[in-house]
């Protein structure tokens, strides 16, 4: 979850992953990583980001990393635009980072290993972005957490499923459906006091359209019985689905920050 700051309520469990992935009559299929490099990288620089609020708090009784990156509106207004993306990396007690971090280790690895190590890291760090504008645009109080990220994963599985659904077949339908259920159960748990449910709403929309436009697209190539499955989505249509999608939202934060008066 994306957890407004402060607050007691320190998160909402996301329901465990879509399913197990599986092709009919076990077709052979491309995939861009065989590790889960960058899901693991993201855990650790999170964990290690919180070990560091713990400490400040600790040692001085001010939780200075959240103090310089979480979501403040009135700050981003002022210029400081990295806390667009920066709360994705801080969480507000061991509760909220552990289900967010529980979250990003059930969708990460099979989303990295469907995309590859950069892509899955754009589409993170897009659907990141963009939860933390739509916070900024529609959620007044400050806020930090991973979930506009996870819940771009979300989307982006859910569009997974969709796009490839002649090759994944009913297995694909359940895993949609499943993905679909476990979005409207945390959006309705996000209306609780306490979450910004506003990021979540941002980041499965942000992380939805990478998806759609940059998203791994499987055709079966070859002839029986060599018959594989490849993704056929070109580099080009990857960046401008990346650049598109910042674009997109970096616009939205531009007119917002220009209709509030800011940089001067």
Not at 81 to 103: C, D, E, K, Q
Not at 158 to 184: C, D, M, P, S, T
Request: aromatic share 14%; glycine share 14%; charged share 10%.
């Amino acid at each position: 979850m994306n957890q407004n700051y402060p607050s007691s309520n320190p998160g909402t469990p996301t329901p465990e992953g879509s399913g197990q992935r599986a092709i009919p009559r076990r077709i052979p299929v491309e995939t861009r990583a065989t590790t889960s490099t960058v899901t693991y990288t993201l855990m650790g620089i999170t964990i290690f980001v919180f070990l560091l609020q713990m400490g400040s708090e600790f040692m001085t009784g001010v939780d200075y990393p959240a103090l310089i990156g979480m979501k403040v509106n009135e700050l981003i207004i002022q210029g400081q635009l990295w806390r667009l993306i920066t709360p994705v990396f801080l969480h507000g007690s061991i509760f909220h980072i552990g289900f967010n971090m529980y979250a990003l280790f059930i969708f990460g690895p099979g989303l990295e290993r469907q995309y590859g190590h950069g892509r899955f890291l754009a589409l993170y760090l897009l659907a990141g972005f963009a939860g933390n504008v739509f916070s900024f645009l529609f959620s007044p109080p400050p806020s930090l957490g991973a979930s506009t990220a996870v819940f771009g994963l979300l989307g982006a599985e859910g569009i997974f499923f969709y796009r490839n659904r002649e090759i994944y077949g009913k297995i694909g339908q359940r895993a949609l459906i499943n993905i679909i259920v476990v979005a409207g159960i945390n959006l309705v748990i996000g209306l609780s006091p306490g979450i910004d449910n506003w990021g979540h709403i941002g980041g499965l929309i942000g992380g939805a359209i990478f998806a759609w436009f940059g998203g791994p697209l499987y055709r079966m190539e070859g002839i029986s019985p060599f018959v594989r499955v490849v993704d056929v989505r070109q580099t080009g249509e990857v960046i401008l689905a990346g650049v598109g999608d910042f674009s997109l939202f970096a616009l939205l934060a531009a007119i917002n920050i220009y209709l509030s008066g800011g940089f001067g």
